[in-house]
């Protein structure tokens, strides 16, 4: 009689403690609920367009959380145009950064091992971008965009190991985490140029070609992975 893993039994999600019929203490999966609505206006007045809006999330964990956005378009002339946006969001851990983790401390006397991470909080962004885009022709069209965002409490993942010895080697501490943590803050500043071309061969075949070159700097204050500053070309 073989068995699946479908034909296991399994408890409730709670976000209690509870024990398991190993007798080990364990936590399970967490409950929880959202609700969120939003508001926005597009206002249109001659070559000037404008997009407002604002949202609102609860989370039964994490709380409140109330994100305005703004974008504007200028078309200078009919093929040329310039725009500029400010957005902000949030994203709240899942159970699966939460759930995954464990800390293990060993030494002379035994060892303890933990697991659910509550500590874990919410990333909050905001985000800047302008740009400049230009049709240089039917098929051909340039464009140019700037941003930089800004991220507090960024989700990364984390592995850090720490291993103290007494001078006579009998005693040892010994610890180990792998799982998730938050960065304090990480800022992303990237630079993006565009091309895209259709009908590039021959007119009546249906073909299109686009090329971009990016170039992006990312900060991480108190990092836990990396260096504190990377520059990454693609």
Excluded: C
Excluded at 44 to 73: C, E, M, W
Excluded at 92 to 106: A, I, K, N, V
């Amino acid at each position: 009689n073989s068995t699946t893993p479908f034909d296991q039994k399994y408890k409730a999600f709670s976000e209690e403690l509870y024990q398991s019929n190993d007798k080990q203490e364990t936590i399970q999966p967490f409950n929880y609920y959202d609700a969120g609505a939003f508001a926005q206006v597009f206002w249109t007045y001659q070559k000037l367009n404008i997009l407002t809006g604002v949202r609102y999330d609860y989370h039964s964990i994490y709380k409140s959380f109330f994100n305005p956005r703004i974008a504007v378009n200028y078309k200078i002339t009919n093929d040329l145009a310039l725009r500029a946006s400010y957005n902000s969001g949030h994203r709240t851990p899942s159970s699966f950064y939460s759930g995954y983790s464990y800390d293990l401390s060993l030494n002379q006397n035994g060892f303890t091992v933990g697991g659910f991470n509550e500590g874990l909080k919410a990333e909050r962004l905001k985000s800047i971008e302008t740009g400049v885009k230009y049709n240089y022709s039917a098929n051909t069209q340039f464009d140019l965009v700037l941003f930089y965002n800004e991220v507090d409490n960024k989700i990364e993942k984390e592995i850090v190991s720490e291993l103290q010895t007494s001078k006579g080697g009998q005693d040892f501490d010994f610890y180990i985490r792998n799982g998730f943590s938050n960065v304090k803050k990480t800022k992303v500043a990237a630079l993006k140029f565009s091309v895209l071309t259709k009908e590039f061969f021959f007119s009546s075949l249906r073909s299109r070609l686009s090329a971009s070159y990016n170039y992006s700097e990312v900060n991480y204050q108190n990092g836990i992975n990396g260096n504190p500053s990377d520059r990454m070309f693609n």
